[in-house]
């Protein structure tokens, strides 16, 4: 669960990049 934190802190300081972060992050 921690990554879920992580993508929500990434969101807010950069929204335009969530969507590439969460495409890796399911890469991964």
Known sequence: ???IGIID???DL???LSP???QE???W
């Open 20 to 22: 590439n972060l969460i």
């Open 9 to 11: 802190e990434l969101t």
């Open 14 to 16: 950069n929204p335009d």
């Open 25 to 27: 992050l399911k890469n």
């Open 1 to 3: 669960m921690k990554e």
